[in-house]
Every structure is written in structure tokens, then in C-alpha cells.
């Protein structure tokens, strides 16, 4: 299985976790928040091979951002992988907007030339956060929980990227209609743990075939050719850091 999107820092035991994954066969890729908790988690993740670290500068955490940008520069060497990043214009996050641009802008910056593989933030921004994607030539890059029009799903297709479906989206109506409306080449799966609750408890990785059957009934197509689609999807992005 591929879990695009976890948050392996923030469970109580992430180690534990990790080496469940990498048991498992479960490629993982874990977020981060703030580049200075990649900086403290890398070291307990970096032995694993089938889970792998992202350097986060997460919106909502837009107070903090300034202190943390140098931190952001320094570290993008050590991962191929950058997340959680983007912009929240919701309520929640609306009143940092100015900081949250001015962040993403330096950090897609930073990214420009480099072969990376983003997953994003877009909350009530999916149309600026692309604007961006677009105007800074990123190539790689994931929708994490997508939650904007129906429409735009084809322009975020028609630019290369993809989308990580979580459990949370399958359960509501108007996430079934987007998971519908993105191509099979386009969709990989993410737990977004620990936030996501599944059977009682913090959801984990080794929980997402779950997520995988049911993207799979809203396709018309059988668990086992889903489980083999994310698979290649998740192959192929990885074939583009080599690009």
C-alpha cells in the first residue's frame, strides 16, 4: 500500500509506527509542520527505506513561519520530499493570509530546479495554490484531502498532478463526487493520520485498504486492480525525481 500523507511525528509512538510500515511494505511518506520538526524527527526515520520524511511548513503554523524559514533552506537537500505546504484560506486560517503567500512563495523558490515531490495544503485556495504550482514550473506535486470545485479537478489534472484520498473523504457525499471526477492515473491514497479516526482510534497506514476498496467501488473496478493503479502511480512520481 502508499500512504502519501501521514504524520508520523505527531503519533505516540512513531518509530513503532514506522517499523510497521516498513514491515508491512507500506511506502510511507511522513509530513512535517515546521522545518525544526523534520530537523528533529529525521534522525529516528532516515534508517527506514519504505518511509521517508517531508520537510513541512504547514499554513496554519503561519506565526511561526518567520523564524523557521532559514531552517526551511538549510534542510531541503536532506529529502526529496516537501510537505505539508501550501495555503488555508478558510475561516480557520484566513487572517494569515499575507504571511501564508509570502511563505509559499519563498518556498516554492527555494524548490525551483530541484526535483521534489510536494504534498499539498489548498483548503478554500485550490486556485491559487495552483496559480502558484504553475508560475514557479513545480512538476511533482499531491492534493492532499482535496475539498475545492469539481471543476478544477480537470485543470489540476490537465498540469500533472495528483490527489491523496483519505477515509474521511470517502464517508460524505461531496467526497465521493470528487473522488469520481479524478482519473485512476491521478489518485493515490493517504491516511492523514493521526487526525483521522478509524475503528474507534488514530488511524494508521497498515488501515488504508480500506480507502483502497472503496475508491475502487466508486470506479467500477476490482480492489485488486485499484491496489495495483496507486502502486504505479506512486512508482511513476518517484521515477520523476530521477527526471
Known amino acids: ?5 501521514c504524520h508520523l511525528d505527531l503519533y505516540p509512538n512513531p518509530v513503532t509506527i514506522a517499523e510497521e510500515c516498513e514491515k508491512l511494505g507500506i511506502y510511507t511518506l511522513s509530513m512535517t509542520n515546521l522545518p525544526s520538526h523534520f530537523k528533529m524527527g529525521f534522525p529516528h526515520l532516515s534508517r527506514f527505506k519504505k518511509v521517508r520524511m517531508a520537510l513541512g511548513m ?5 506565526d511561526r513561519h518567520k ?5 526551511f533552506a538549510e534542510c531541503v537537500a536532506q529529502t526529496s520530499y516537501i510537505g505539508e505546504v501550501g495555503l488555508d484560506f478558510s475561516k480557520e486560517g484566513i487572517a494569515s493570509k499575507a504571511r501564508q503567500i509570502s511563505t509559499f512563495e519563498f518556498v516554492l523558490n527555494e524548490l525551483s530546479g530541484k526535483n521534489k ?5 489548498s483548503r478554500g485556495a485550490e486556485e491559487t495554490v495552483l496559480e502558484y504550482l504553475i508560475e514557479y514550473n513545480i512538476k511533482n506535486a499531491i492534493f492532499h484531502w482535496y475539498s475545492g470545485s469539481i471543476k478544477l479537478i480537470k485543470d489540476i489534472v490537465k498540469a500533472g498532478f495528483l490527489f491523496s484520498i483519505n477515509s474521511a473523504m470517502i464517508k ?5 463526487e470528487v473522488i469520481k471526477e479524478i482519473p485512476l492515473t491521478h489518485i493515490l491514497t493517504e491516511s492523514d493520520g493521526p487526525f483521522i479516526y ?4 488514530s488511524i494508521k497506514p497498515s488501515d488504508l485498504h480500506h480507502v483502497e476498496k472503496s475508491i475502487a467501488m ?5 480492489n485488486t486492480e485499484m491496489s495495483t493503479i496507486i502502486r504505479e ?3 511513476k512520481q518517484i521515477n520523476l525525481l530521477q527526471a
Open 58 to 62: 504547514h499554513p496554519l503554523y503561519a
Open 233 to 235: 502511480n506512486f512508482r
Open 67 to 71: 523564524n523557521e524559514l532559514s531552517l
Open 198 to 201: 478509524y475503528q474507534n482510534r
Open 1 to 5: 500500500m502508499v500512504d502519501a500523507h
Open 218 to 222: 466508486l470506479h467500477g473496478i476490482a
Open 172 to 176: 460524505t457525499k461531496v467526497g465521493q
Open 117 to 121: 515531490i510536494l504534498s499539498l495544503h
